[in-house]
């Protein structure tokens, strides 16, 4: 049973190591040395990561879903820790709590920093953080297309037939998707970094923010975040990018395939998305340009790009929203939690899983009038089934229960009520921003104990492993 989980892991801990070598060289192009803690650590992931994969190689024909899940989880365990160890002892990072806070921020596209001096780091954990950011982006997406379904976690199964025109076992399915997925992403990255070159950044601050846009990640090679280029046009690129990022990746490749404007404008999922999106906007802009008592255009511009950056769990600030009023908490506590699409690089609960409660309400508020009336409970375009629905209740309040349970646990080392809940639904949905100004867009998360930062590191795994993977592996070892 174990000999595909500890392959799958040795390769992809090998593959982390080969990568550790690309910050090194970074720093060599800039300051004339390598990295030599990259080197190093680059050298002992592929070795051990080779050792696993070679000492447990063979053809894998069939994955359980017991093996699918152990892959899944101990996968989102591991890397972070092998990720961690360049970033133990390079720049401002003192302490392994700190470098493993960090590597999984990166790692699980959350956004959230410890850095309180993020411009002062050498130029290789820079781009290590933009790397983990990039790539693991394209990997969530892969992960959300392709095993989630075959796991059936949140009612993900009913867009198997979506994304994938055959129907062949799980690993060809992989092969299949990911080629596509791979290619598109790619793409769509070289155009952001191109555009933001154009826009007026270095090529070093356009690939690090490029890597970190498309993928929803919001990690910084800036203090200010955005807020530092003071922009419209680099906001509108990053704004519109965070979008895309938040769409199916899926969607685009079959937007290319099937050339066809009517399937543009016909997914029902990506339309509720882009029309609540706009509906916040709007809504907010308004709101804020009256209490604020500015001109709308000001307020739309800082309001669109927050709240799209919100919503798609990115983590980018293009100003201090904190500082907008004592509203905030509340409105961007709902943002946080809507999220995009599923397919998406982006966290928390997603609007296919609203869609779906909605529907289902929807239904029982039918049924209540006109008891003998057959309701058909539909979501994104599709009828849904009953499995479908207590999936994703089960999934929306494993998510809830999650975050009122660590709130508590973190509220009881000592911090206070709204800074402990902005942490963790920040971190849980990978949004990366907390509520209150001490973690919000002007602050970080450094001044936690290292208990609590080794907590929220497992939140954010917990949140990209959307909650029920990991309760779902525990009652299944526990009945075995």
């Not at 820079?126 to 059936?152: C, D, H, K, T």
């Not at 409660?357 to 009038?369: D, E, M, P, Q, R």
């Not at 089934?385 to 646990?409: K, R």
């Not at 911090?415 to 970080?444: C, K, Q, R, Y």
Request: positive net charge.
């Amino acid at each position: 049973m174990w000999q595909p989980v500890l392959m799958i892991n040795g390769f992809i801990i090998f593959v982390w190591g080969a990568l550790m070598l690309l910050p090194a060289a970074v720093l060599k192009y800039y300051s004339g040395h390598f990295d030599v803690t990259f080197i190093e650590c680059s050298i002992l992931s592929m070795f051990f990561g080779g050792m696993l994969f070679f000492a447990n190689y063979g053809k894998i024909k069939k994955i359980s879903i017991l093996q699918g899940y152990l892959i899944t989880v101990t996968c989102w365990l591991i890397c972070p820790f092998i990720c961690a160890l360049p970033l133990y002892g390079n720049g401002d990072i003192t302490s392994y709590a700190d470098a493993l806070f960090e590597a999984t921020s990166g790692l699980t596209t959350t956004g959230s920093t410890i850095l309180t001096n993020v411009e002062a780091q050498p130029k290789s954990v820079l781009f290590w953080r933009a790397i983990l950011n990039g790539v693991s982006g394209v990997g969530i997406v892969i992960f959300a297309v392709a095993l989630m379904p075959f796991l059936g976690i949140g009612g993900m199964h009913i867009f198997t037939k979506e994304n994938s025109d055959t129907e062949e076992k799980f690993l060809p399915k992989v092969r299949y998707i990911a080629k596509d997925i791979i290619i598109t992403y790619v793409l769509l990255n070289i155009i952001c970094a191109l555009l933001l070159k154009w826009a007026g950044m270095n090529w070093f601050d356009a690939i690090c923010f490029a890597l970190a846009t498309l993928c929803t990640g919001g990690l910084s090679t800036k203090n200010n975040s955005v807020a530092f280029f003071d922009s419209p046009t680099i906001e509108a690129i990053i704004g519109i990018f965070m979008l895309l990022g938040s769409l199916p990746m899926t969607y685009f490749i079959l937007i290319a395939k099937k050339r066809s404007f009517s399937f543009i404008t016909g997914n029902k999922q990506v339309n509720a998305f882009l029309k609540v999106v706009a509906f916040y906007i709007l809504s907010i802009s308004i709101f804020h340009a009256l209490t604020a008592k500015i001109d709308f255009t000001t307020a739309f511009r800082h309001v669109s790009f927050n709240v799209i950056s919100a919503m798609t769990t990115t983590g980018f600030s293009s100003c201090d929203f904190i500082q907008w009023g004592s509203w905030v908490p509340v409105v961007f506590f709902i943002l946080f939690l809507t999220g995009g699409c599923t397919g998406s690089t982006t966290g928390s609960i997603k609007i296919f899983r609203w869609q779906v409660i909605g529907a289902f309400f929807n239904k029982n508020a039918t049924t209540s009038l006109s008891p003998n009336q057959v309701a058909v409970m539909k979501a994104g375009g599709k009828i849904i089934d009953d499995n479908i629905v207590a999936s994703v209740f089960v999934m929306v309040l494993g998510f809830l229960f999650a975050i009122v349970l660590f709130t508590l646990i973190i509220t009881m080392t000592g911090v206070d009520f709204l800074t402990a809940l902005g942490a963790v639904t920040g971190n849980i949905t990978n949004s990366g921003i907390g509520l209150t100004e001490a973690t919000g867009p002007a602050g970080s998360f450094a001044g936690f104990t290292p208990f609590v930062k080794y907590l929220l590191a497992f939140i954010m795994v917990l949140g990209r492993l959307e909650v029920i993977a990991i309760f779902v592996l525990l009652h299944k070892i526990k009945v075995m």
